[in-house]
């Protein structure tokens, strides 16, 4: 389970902890699932975008924490995904929110693996590649939307300069602010100085890699 999964897992209610019983997968989790008896999927299994080919069963739930954002085509993934998933059972994922995590910025500054940013419906996206998750989920078939939710817990809000450079320009400036930064990491302060220079700078910083959570959080039921 990734560091996002663990973060994720501590906010569940009641309710959606009871949704992880019975028999699981979880998609792109590495050598730690969300519950100790998931069956874990990851790159070593086989391709998640074409999961049923790897994978001849179904489950109760398939969980999956921010890994559809590395398919290459999210539709056709997410509805391989939902194949597994037996009646009654729960579909279970996380992606990036594009606003709060890739802030204006595709190619993403912060993991060039991403194929594709996420929100949760929007007339018009400033990404080339964004998803609404509305669109994404309504058509599965014998579907029924429990949740959608944006998480944000933790996240500064006032730290966000979404789109002030172009990508180029961030790019530059983040790499002078992480070398500039690296000199005092003799003194355990170059997470501390890199966030100031970020701050006065205006540039983006992945909150998402401390405390803060930047997703959206889906919850669907096959009936």
């Not at 998640?48 to 489950?59: S, W």
């Not at 539709?75 to 009646?87: C, G, P, R, S």
């Not at 450079?165 to 003194?187: C, E, H, Q």
Request: charged content about 25%; hydrophobic content about 35%.
């Amino acid at each position: 389970m990734g560091y996002e999964a663990s973060k994720t897992k501590e906010i569940l209610n009641n309710y959606e902890k009871s949704l992880l019983d019975g028999k699981g997968i979880d998609i792109g989790c590495g050598l730690d699932p969300i519950m100790p008896n998931a069956r874990p999927f990851d790159m070593d299994d086989g391709d998640a975008n074409v999961i049923t080919k790897y994978v001849d069963e179904q489950f109760d739930y398939v969980f999956s924490s921010h890994c559809l954002e590395h398919m290459n085509g999210p539709i056709d993934a997410i509805q391989e995904w939902w194949k597994l998933v037996k009646t009654n059972g729960h579909l279970i994922f996380t992606v990036p929110d594009e606003d709060l995590y890739e802030q204006g910025y595709f190619p993403s500054l912060f993991n060039d693996d991403h194929k594709s940013t996420f929100t949760i419906s929007k007339k018009q996206s400033w990404s080339s590649k964004s998803y609404n998750i509305l669109d994404l989920v309504k058509d599965l078939p014998n579907s029924n939307v429990i949740k959608i939710e944006l998480q944000d817990h933790d996240y500064k809000r006032n730290s966000l300069y979404h789109s002030v450079y172009s990508r180029g320009t961030a790019y530059k400036f983040m790499n002078i602010a992480r070398k500039f930064s690296s000199l005092f990491g003799i003194f355990g302060i170059r997470n501390t100085v890199y966030n100031i220079l970020s701050h006065c700078l205006r540039l983006p910083v992945d909150q998402s890699h401390n405390e803060a959570l930047a997703q959206i959080f889906v919850i669907v039921k096959k009936i």
